[in-house]
């Protein structure tokens, strides 16, 4: 089992940057699949990017032309760099590994997740 660590959520104005981090422990690192879920007050978890082992990655329709998830083996961490944010954007973001199946977007798939670091976008 993986124990992972979120930090860099925030207060930003909208239109500013965050970058968010996810550190793993418990289990060799290099070759999870690791992503990033959100969740949003009243609304269901839903999936934000995902970086596999290769460092391929893959992102949400809403922030794939302005995030960056990249990741450091060396230091069993993962990183989420959000650009150009706006108020609808905040929410309690998740780091996730552990995953197994078929499909990287749907949250089932992982079987750890981090506390969530809260990401709050004022207009």
């Known amino acids: 089992q993986v124990e992972l660590v979120e930090s860099g959520g925030g207060l930003v104005q909208a239109g500013g940057s965050l970058r968010l981090s996810c550190a793993a422990s418990?289990?060799?690192?290099?070759?999870?699949?690791m992503a990033w879920f959100r969740q949003a007050p009243g609304k269901e978890r839903e999936f934000v990017a995902v970086i596999l082992w290769n460092s391929n990655t893959y992102y949400a329709d809403f922030v794939k032309d302005r995030s960056t998830a990249s990741r450091d083996n060396a230091k069993n961490t993962v990183y989420l760099q959000i650009n150009s944010l706006k108020p609808d954007n905040t929410a309690v973001y998740y780091c996730?590994?552990?995953?197994?199946?078929?499909?990287?977007?749907?949250?089932?798939?992982?079987?750890?997740w981090g506390q969530g670091t809260q990401v709050t976008v004022s207009a």
């Open positions: 996730a590994g552990g995953y197994s199946g078929r499909s990287y977007y749907s949250s089932d798939n992982y079987k750890s």
């Open positions: 418990g289990r060799t690192f290099s070759t999870d699949t």
